[in-house]
């Protein structure tokens, strides 16, 4: 049976795993590395770059380089004004108003961008596995909404990947934290500070059965803000000694953006470190340095208000549960962010009991999401996941009040329906517009969609009966339907409009990541042969130097310039010639081998007898091998 | 149940079984009975030679990727051997073997 992978597609890094003999494993990408970038690139050349490499080169390609593509997922252009600022490259908004990444003259969507993570990571998975992955199960921040997972599941789409289940991420952590726990009653919070999202949510775990009480969280706090603070607080000092303000210089802010991360990571171990950036800018007076101290203290002061950002979330999420912080049995931590230090004090407080060390912050999200898919594949049987939604579904109503109805926290799958009427006298026809969010107005919630339901029989106002269901999936994707009970008129919409873009773009962007992935073969077919052309090269020209009395002497120069054609070749860096100078410099080596072989044959066993040399050597090798043949029959 | 495997893979199979023969008898890789690396030029030279003739034999009857397997096999061979009889012998060698294996091998072929 085919395998269903688990991807952690994560703001920063994205993460690769797959059930293996019962067990979870992190899948390593081509350059060795457990987690890969979530970074996508595009040279001036034309060339697309995904991961470590794409990442190496944004100090170069600022505007070029995309990354926390995952912050603009499912997002109106107007939703993300302050996230756009903090990026080098162009926010645009597209034909829906939905956010949109503009490189070059080209506008491309955020699932798009995902898209080629995604491809990145079922690549390392089909390396791995050597057969090809049509299936994955794709986490998302828990508080992500509709939208945001539509958009989602459309990028595993765009990728070639049928998304079998989204996987809220702290489930999926809970999930990997409690397959070693199973068979023990406990209730655990897993608190995920991850790039760019903070959830936290409140299972309880009994018998195989994971179940979701509550969640909670915020989609625009991450990691990123914490390093945007230092970049900040870096850029504001640089300012006060130099007179110069950096944020106008786009690679000056590329370099200081990765010096902050670096900063931010070293300080979970060190209380003090470095921040040295030498020619990061020039000005009439020649070149100037950046070199700062930042110690652990103050950078606890520059992200306090963050990190205490996360306690409101926690303490709502515990409350919805019911239960109490006594009751918790295990705090789990989850996401890269977690290991600062004043966070997991944060957590220490708030929990009362010293948080889980025993899992993979980076890990444990893809390790959930691979045992889940092993569970949909039918490979693990013993677990059962009940997840909830994570916030409130309903319509608007008269008034432009917001009504609901499904409870946030309520598990899904579920259906819930209400009956409703019209609001007028002869009403033959009402809109439905589905809102997700705690609000009580309408316009303060986030809107799923909106459609007609028409025929109604004309009524007095309040006479007639529409019932409207919203029925949500295992994966939180919701259907909504309304019916008019007298005329049994029906009318649903399941709601994908969301993520901006519709099926037929959709199908453009799968055709697209076709043909790139056809270009990406080619590239890295072209690679191939380099190498291959390379190495030939250097293996012939060892033995030459090593062993070349066994060549013939008339066959030397034949070589040698066999061997000058395929350096030419690799310096023009020209594929065609690549490639055809090495399939000759292979022939021509193959024949001298086998000339030379033939003459070790004549000289060096009992067949010592047999015909000249130079004779063998103009034949092929299988008149060597009837001449030997011969030979012993003779003897 | 178990699949047969088709003529393309057992190709692959022969080939790369035959090279693992020639360089266990060259004595790049450790026997698998004795555990030993054991050197044997006339077995290695019988093996490179049957590669040979299938090289000869199956000519224009191979995809390009078989055909580029097997003569990179056969080139790859032919080099270490050449490289191999250019060293003394070894003590596993002695003239009678060497001298009594060919004859054996030609009369199985």
């Known amino acids: 049976m085919a395998k269903i992978i688990g991807i952690d597609l994560g703001t920063t890094n994205s993460v690769v795993a797959v059930m293996e003999g019962g067990k979870p494993v992190v899948i390593e990408n081509a350059d060795g590395g457990r987690t890969t970038p979530s970074v996508v690139a595009f040279k001036k050349d034309g060339e697309r770059l995904v991961g470590a490499a794409a990442k190496r080169q944004a100090v170069t390609n600022p505007h070029n380089t995309i990354y926390s593509i995952k912050r603009f997922m499912g997002r109106k252009f107007a939703e993300v004004t302050n996230e756009a600022k903090q990026v080098p490259y162009e926010v645009a908004a597209g034909d829906n108003d939905d956010a949109r990444v503009r490189v070059g003259d080209r506008l491309y969507s955020p699932p798009e961008l995902s898209a080629m993570i995604l491809t990145k990571m079922k690549e390392t998975a089909e390396r791995h596995l050597g057969e090809s992955v049509r299936e994955a199960v794709v986490t998302v921040p828990a508080y992500f909404n509709d939208s945001q997972r539509q958009a989602t599941k459309d990028a595993g789409r765009i990728a070639g990947l049928e998304v079998k289940r989204i996987l809220n991420e702290p489930t999926a952590a809970a999930l990997a934290y409690g397959l070693d726990h199973v068979g023990k009653d406990l209730k655990i919070a897993v608190y995920d500070l991850g790039g760019g999202t903070f959830d936290v949510s409140v299972l309880e775990l009994g018998d195989g059965v994971f179940e979701v009480k509550s969640t909670n969280g915020d989609t625009h706090l991450g990691g990123d803000d914490f390093d945007q603070r230092v970049i900040e607080w870096v850029a504001d000092e640089f300012r006060k000694q130099e007179g110069v303000d950096l944020r106008k210089d786009a690679q000056a802010m590329q370099r200081l953006r990765e010096a902050a991360e670096r900063a931010k990571s070293e300080l979970s171990s060190q209380n003090q470190v470095e921040i040295s950036l030498p020619y990061i800018t020039a000005d009439a007076s020649g070149p100037k340095h950046l070199s700062m101290s930042l110690t652990r203290s103050k950078f606890e002061q520059l992200v306090d208000d963050l990190i205490q950002r996360t306690i409101g979330p926690c303490k709502q999420a515990l409350a919805d549960s019911g239960l109490t912080v006594s009751q918790i049995d295990r705090v789990v931590l989850v996401g890269g962010s977690t290991r600062i230090p004043k966070v997991q004090e944060v957590v220490r407080q708030l929990f009362g009991q010293e948080p889980e060390k025993g899992v993979n912050p980076d890990e444990v999200v893809a390790i959930g999401a691979a045992i889940q898919g092993s569970v949909l594949s039918g490979e693990t049987s013993n677990v059962l996941l009940l997840d909830v939604t994570p916030l409130s579904l309903g319509i608007e109503t008269l008034g432009g009040v917001s009504t609901k109805l499904i409870e946030r926290n309520t598990t899904v799958p579920t259906r819930k329906s209400q009956t409703f009427s019209t609001a007028s006298d002869q009403q033959t026809q009402v809109e439905i517009h589905a809102l997700q969010g705690e609000r009580e107005m309408a316009t303060d919630n986030k809107s799923l969609g909106k459609f007609q339901l028409v025929g109604i029989a004309p009524a007095a106002r309040g006479i007639p009966q529409i019932e409207v269901t919203f029925d949500i999936d295992a994966n939180g994707i919701l259907k909504v339907a309304a019916k008019d009970k007298a005329t049994g008129k029906e009318q649903s919409i399941v709601i994908q409009a969301g993520s901006g873009l519709d099926e037929a773009e959709i199908q453009r962007m799968v055709r697209d990541a076709e043909v790139n992935q056809a270009a990406d073969k080619k590239r890295r077919e072209e690679i191939d042969t380099r190498n291959e052309a390379e190495s030939l090269a250097y293996q012939v020209e060892k033995h030459l130097a090593e062993h070349g009395d066994n060549v013939n002497p008339t066959e030397k120069p034949r070589v040698e310039e066999a061997i000058a054609l395929v350096r030419s070749a690799i310096e023009s860096n020209d594929a065609a010639a690549i490639r055809s100078s090495r399939d000759g410099l292979n022939k021509i080596w193959s024949e001298v081998m086998a000339s030379a072989y033939q003459n070790t044959t004549a000289t060096d066993g009992p067949t010592e007898a047999t015909g000249p040399a130079g004779a063998a050597a103009d034949e092929g090798p299988i008149e060597a091998d009837f001449e030997v043949v011969d030979e012993e029959k003779k003897s | ?109």
């Open chain 2, 1 to 109: 149940m178990t699949r047969t495997p088709s003529h393309d893979e057992l190709f692959k199979i022969f080939v790369l079984q035959q090279q693992q023969w020639a360089m266990v008898a060259l004595g790049k890789m450790v026997h698998p009975l004795t555990g030993q690396n054991e050197r044997d030029l006339e077995s290695a030279r019988f093996a490179i030679d049957l590669l040979g003739m299938m090289v000869e034999k199956t000519k224009g009857n191979l995809s390009t990727d078989e055909d580029r397997l097997i003569t990179q096999v056969l080139t790859n061979l032919r080099l270490n051997f050449v490289e191999e009889a250019a060293k003394p012998p070894s003590a596993t060698e002695s003239g009678e073997s060497a001298a009594a294996a060919p004859a054996e091998k030609a009369g199985e072929a």
